[in-house]
């Protein structure tokens, strides 16, 4: 029963967000039923050897779940699970491969501005759209041969052509990509080691080697000093986890420390973004001075400039990570609301 719930799960990743419940617990019930009649044949239960075979007679997830798609007329639903999964993998790999080029080339000549990261952003949807135009092409001049040739559909019937069913994914425990629900325990060890790093965090203005570590003792003898930006975005960091704490702490007195914390957990993610707009915002990108600007720019002016401009390329890279993460959370929320109204409107 283990594999053939890893069967339906796999199975599942490839159906319609608002339907995939209903077909799986369809396909469920009938799958079992086939599974009961032979092992009542049999007189036992069926062995691994046997569960395999007869789950890769049944046939791989993309196809059977292709069964239940509504029909396509460009590209039926023989071809369509294929075409499906190649698209999305290609639109991915598009999407990174373009990405590493595009900072490469707006990087390559100095610092970049904002028209030209704009113009990078802007040009996303183009290249996705020509790279799935593309993949639409070859799928729909397969289908178009297909149809031409109806004898030639059995190569798809397998596809992908090798598959086993002790390579599927493993179970998973929860539905959805939700974690397992937390222990008190748990939560109060959070809210514990909370207090410490807060409490870290209010001493490092005056033992700057906490964060620094031995980096501390050189920067007093260096000529270099921290901008005041710094300052800034250290109280927002400080805030921001005040504000954490204390939401795990109301969550615990309330007795609501169990439930989920996704909204708590995307408005802090959103709130960690202002110190780094604010950092990236610094005027003239400065995150470090001079002590003796006037004695030592002659000297130090060019080394100043590359680690102010290495300290801006760590602080837009950080950046986009936080973003996209925040987006893709987002994404997933809302894909998770349409399907409960969805599955309540019916």
């Known amino acids: 029963m283990e594999l053939l719930h890893r069967y339906l799960q796999a199975v599942k990743k490839h159906l319609p967000w608002d339907r995939q419940d209903d ?27 046997e569960m395999e075979a007869w789950l890769k007679q049944i046939g791989p997830p993309m196809q059977v779940a292709g069964r239940y798609l509504p029909q396509r007329y460009l590209i039926g639903p023989a071809v369509f699970p294929m075409y499906w999964y190649v698209l999305r993998l ?38 996705l759209m020509t790279t799935a135009a593309w993949v639409t092409l070859i799928f729909a001049a397969i289908e178009f041969g297909l149809a031409r040739n109806p004898s030639k559909r059995g ?37 514990i ?16 080697w906490l964060l620094l570590g ?30 954490q704490l204390g939401w795990r702490c109301v969550d615990l007195v309330r007795g609501s420390w169990q439930g989920p914390r996704r909204i708590q957990q995307n408005t802090i ?13 610094s005027p003239g990108h400065a995150y470090v001075t001079l002590r003796h600007t006037a004695l030592d720019q002659g000297v130090y002016g060019a080394h100043l400039n590359a680690l102010n401009h290495g300290i801006y390329m760590g602080l837009l890279v950080i950046t986009v990570i936080a973003v996209a993460h925040l987006l893709l ?7 998770n609301v349409y399907r409960k109204r969805v599955a309540a409107a019916r």
């Open 269 to 281: 993610q959103a709130l960690g973004l202002i110190p780094l707009v604010m950092g990236l915002t």
């Open 155 to 191: 190569l798809f019937a397998n596809a992908p052509f090798d598959w086993s069913p002790s390579a599927l994914p493993p179970a998973e425990t929860t539905a959805g990509y939700r974690k397992r629900p937390r222990s008190y325990a748990m939560a109060v060890t959070e809210a």
């Open 23 to 49: 077909i799986i617990a369809e396909l469920k019930a009938n799958l079992e039923s086939q599974l009961e009649d032979k092992e009542a044949e049999l007189g036992r239960p069926l062995t691994k050897d």
């Open 193 to 208: 080691f909370g207090f410490l790093f807060l409490a870290w965090l209010l001493l490092i203005p005056a033992h700057p």
């Open 329 to 335: 959370e987002g994404g997933r929320l809302s894909l």
């Open 214 to 243: 031995p980096g501390a003792f050189y920067l007093d003898a260096s000529p270099y000093q921290f901008a005041p930006v710094w300052v800034q975005f250290y109280w927002w960091v400080v805030g921001i986890n005040v504000l």
């Open 90 to 127: 290609a639109c991915f790999w598009c999407l990174v491969i373009y990405s590493i080029v595009s900072v490469v080339q707006i990087f390559n000549g100095g610092i970049a501005n904002g028209t030209e990261l704009a113009g990078a952003a802007l040009r996303v949807p183009a290249v």
